[in-house]
Each structure stands twice: as C-alpha cells, then as structure tokens.
C-alpha cells in the first residue's frame, strides 16, 4: 500500500521500502512507561501510560527527541504486543494510554484502537503535521487530541521541519479534532477524560510566530480551548546555528504569556523556567517488562 497517512504523501510503499518518517510498517516502539512530565491534567498523581512511537513525519532539526525521531531506537512490535504494553502501564495505574508521535503509523493506531477496548482514556499526542483524513478515521476511538500546534509561520516550518504547508495542514487538521472532541473535559479528580489541548512550544527567537498561532486559536477554535504555552525548549542537537543553539530567554517567554493574556484566554497551561532542561527528555530504554 503506498503511503499517504500524513501530508508528506510520500506514495512509498512501506512493505519494501521507507518515506521521510524513515518508517516501515511494522511500528516501532522506543518507550512505553509511566510518563510523568506532561500537563497535570494528563500525568496526574499515577503518571501518563506513554507509548512512543520512533520515526516521525517532521523531524525538526531541533528535536528534543532525536534519538526516537531518526527512527532507530526501540523495537518493532506487533499489534498484540503493543496491546500488552498498554494493558501493563493500565495495571501500573496509568491514567491513560498516551500515543506519542503516531502519525505516521496511524493506520496501525486505527486498526489496534478498533480491537482495544481500553478502560482508560486514549490520547493522541502528535505534531500537528497531520492529514485529515487519517485525522477523521480516529473518530471515536480517540478521547484527548494533544496536538502540538508549531507554526503559523511557514518559512520557520520550511526552514525547521521541512514543512512548508505546515500551517495549512495543522489549521485543518486541528480544527478536525476539536470537531471530534469539543473543549476539556476533567473528572472530579482533575485528570482529563476528553476534549483537545493544543500545545504550543514558544520557540527562541521566533516570538511573532507564537503571537500568530495564539491568535489562530483565538479566532478559529471554540471559545474556552485549552492551550498549553511551553518553555522548555533546550538545544539538544549540536551543530544548531543561532538562534536554535540556546534557550528561549525570560523576555521572550513573558510576551507570550502576556500575549495570551492579552487576547483573553482564561485558562491554559503555561510552564516554568526549571522545564527547560535536559532532565525533562525521557530515557527511550523502558521497554522492559512490559511486552
Ligand atoms: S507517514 Fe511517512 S511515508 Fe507516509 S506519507 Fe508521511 S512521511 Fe511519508
């Protein structure tokens, strides 16, 4: 089958042969633990059941997740024992099933979700560089959409993710997911049920790029959608030129806050500094024990 599951439509057919998320078919797994690290919403007291996916469709020259993103680490995992891995993190007490960076094996997420019925709710935790219609086959079998919304700037996404339509595609593709899904919903504990957050990652030197995806949200998204500001972006990758080669300054974090202040969001979530360390990039070799 020649692959259009993401906007790339590399047309690669993926039995024989990988696109530009450096995939085959078969998923590969690099972590499937307790998350801790996520909006409290979603980690709570218990942790987030996350199940990272290796490979990616974007592969920004930033990310904080190389080692996953290049496609290498982890194992290859059939749908059963991913089936498993998610009954194990549910039998550690995870609040939900967290599916880190799927897109690009969102045909084998349809198909496991269309077997799986889970107790607890399935997040799809992505980075918004998504086709619709692999978006509208997951309805229904999807609780929280936790989409990463990175640029309404399409020369950064050119220039970062090798993504020149990005804003376009995640427009339509966002606005999908909260079709689905509608605002947040939390139970009485405050640990999300359903709905959408939409993430954004306050990039160095790219303020006017955030200024623009909060206004998006503003505009296009139903009044009372949950965003969540981040700072914690760290130069993980050598070799980034400037301004990727350090961290976003106290200033350039401040005016994103007051940002979305100023355009009248009543909640989100926003970080402090201490995230923006490399302490907070998870260890991809917590496999053990759960297959
Ligand atoms: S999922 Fe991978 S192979 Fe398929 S279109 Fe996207 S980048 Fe290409």
């Not at 997740?65 to 290049?70: A, C, V």
Request: charged share 25%.
């Amino acid at each position: 089958m020649f692959c259009t599951q993401c906007p790339r439509n590399c047309g690669v057919d993926r039995e024989n042969g990988l696109g530009y998320c450096l995939s085959n078919d078969v998923p590969r797994i690099s972590r499937a633990a307790l998350h801790f690290w996520e909006e409290p919403c979603i980690s709570g007291t218990a942790g987030s059941g996350a199940v990272f996916f290796s490979g990616c469709n974007l592969r920004c020259v930033y990310c904080q997740n190389h080692e996953i993103s290049s496609g290498g680490a982890g194992i290859q995992m059939s749908d059963d024992d991913i089936m498993r891995a998610f009954d194990r993190l549910i039998e550690q007490g995870a609040h939900n099933i967290n599916l880190v960076t799927p897109t690009h094996f969102s045909d084998s997420v349809v198909r496991i979700l269309e077997k799986y019925k889970s107790p607890v709710p399935i997040v799809y935790n992505c980075g918004g560089y998504e086709s619709v219609d692999s978006i509208k086959r997951l309805e229904g079998l999807v609780d929280i959409y936790l989409p990463d919304f990175k640029y309404a700037d399409n020369k950064l996404a050119a220039a970062y993710s090798k993504a020149p339509d990005y804003f376009e595609r995640a427009s339509e593709a966002v606005l999908e997911m909260s079709r689905q899904v509608g605002k947040l919903v939390l139970d009485e504990n405050g640990i999300a049920k359903s709905g959408l957050i939409v993430r954004h990652l306050v990039l160095p030197g790219a303020v006017s790029n955030t200024k623009k995806v909060l206004r998006w949200i503003k505009d296009y998204l139903p009044q009372g959608t949950i965003v969540s500001l981040m700072s914690q972006y760290t130069p993980c990758v050598s070799d980034l030129e400037s301004p990727l080669d350090r961290r976003i300054s106290k200033y350039e974090y401040e005016i994103a806050v007051n940002e979305m202040m100023n355009l009248g969001f009543e909640n989100g979530y926003i970080q402090g500094r201490r995230s923006a360390q490399k302490d907070f990039v998870p260890d991809f070799n917590a496999l053990e024990g759960l297959l």
